[in-house]
């Protein structure tokens, strides 16, 4: 039991470390120019959108959105059942390994919800506006408008 306790700290700092990002020395998330900050409100007059691709783009975003939470609170669920295998008396190795395998494939999947949505709303632009998009220099994700603590950026 007191073996079991004792690694509990440092697999609970393993497992609450995992999501965390890397900073620069002002503080920004590392590999984040701020000139890709354009609000989708910029990419909607630059690029010329028309209100069928706005409803599309949001759409998209709407969808992919659900998919996300829906995925992180699963992810979620399972590092929680994870911790509690960890804290078991006598942890079994198979349903461990097991159980990091099913979070991984949940990544998986959710980086794929990503790029299918991206490819989704890419497939929304003309051939000029994907021109002028590139030129733009802006992530392919800033395609999809998306929440943003509590509101949604459009």
């Not at 497992?15 to 002002?26: N, P």
């Not at 590999?31 to 910029?42: L, M, S």
């Not at 959108?49 to 969808?63: N, P």
């Not at 942890?91 to 299918?116: C, D, F, N, W």
């Amino acid at each position: 039991m007191l073996r079991s306790v004792s690694l509990l700290p440092c697999v609970l700092l393993l497992v609450g470390t995992a999501g965390a990002r890397v900073l620069q020395r002002d503080g920004r998330p590392a590999g984040r120019d701020p000139e890709h900050r354009r609000g989708f409100i910029e990419l909607k007059r630059e690029l010329d959108l028309t209100e069928v691709q706005l409803e599309r783009l949001r759409g998209i975003g709407v969808e992919y959105q659900r998919t996300r939470i829906a995925a992180r609170a699963e992810l979620a669920s399972k590092r929680l059942d994870l911790v509690e295998m960890l804290r078991a008396t006598e942890p079994s190795r198979s349903e461990i390994e097991e159980k990091v395998r099913e979070m991984g494939r949940l990544r998986t999947e959710l980086q794929l919800a990503r790029v299918h949505a991206i490819l989704e709303a890419r497939n929304v632009l003309t051939p000029e506006q994907l021109q002028k998009f590139h030129r733009l220099g802006v992530p392919m994700k800033a395609l999809l408008p998306m929440q943003e603590r509590g509101r949604c950026r459009q």
